[in-house]
């Protein structure tokens, strides 16, 4: 099975027009477009698929997090951050283009996100994220680009990931939990295929 993207190839920089953020004084909100993405060679038997993007690069401690005059360090342990959870997609979907599922930033986040009939979306980890910002706090679904703090000294890396499942569809409801997503998916994994894209705010490393 094969994903690939028109917007990045695997391993290389993801562009800031499909990112939450973009490099300004520090940083600036940017177009937040969900990517293209493309995906072939299923097996027999593939009957829907499950789409999932996490950046494994999140520090697992705030203190120094986006804070003038102090660096992330690279050796701060690491954690997940949920930026799109997608199952129930039918099995005759084989391609999303640029912007389909995401094509701005909506405070308090998008409660009907965009995606192929019958499909739906989980809650993402800006949920967590904007938790008591009365400006943006809100229950986040689908897709919400890259926006890794602008002092880190890692460049971050997001995994794009379609399932081929076995089943037309999970016993799951808008705004599921990736912990509900692993849990339905479990002995449905047929196959599955990674896309990694980079992204950094940090104009000291190089993404």
Known sequence: ???????????????????????????????????????????????????????????????????????????????????????NIPAECGELAEGACSDDITPHGKQQPYGPPGSVQGVNSYTDWFAGDVQMEGSYLGYDGPCPPWNDSLVHHYHFRVYALDTPSLPLSQGFLLEELRAAMAGHVLAEALLTGTYSLNPAVTA
């Not at 995906?39 to 993007?53: E, I, M, Y």
């Open 1 to 87: 099975m094969q994903l690939r993207s028109d917007n990045f190839q695997h391993g290389q920089a993801i562009p800031p027009q499909l990112a939450f953020a973009r490099l300004g004084k520090p940083v600036a909100l940017s177009d937040n477009l969900s990517p293209h993405l493309a995906w072939k060679d299923a097996p027999a038997g593939t009957r829907s698929f499950v789409l999932t993007c996490i950046d494994n690069d999140v520090p697992s401690k705030p203190d120094d997090v986006n804070k003038e005059g102090r660096t992330v360090p690279a050796d701060l342990p690491r954690v997940e951050f949920v930026h799109w959870l997608m199952a």
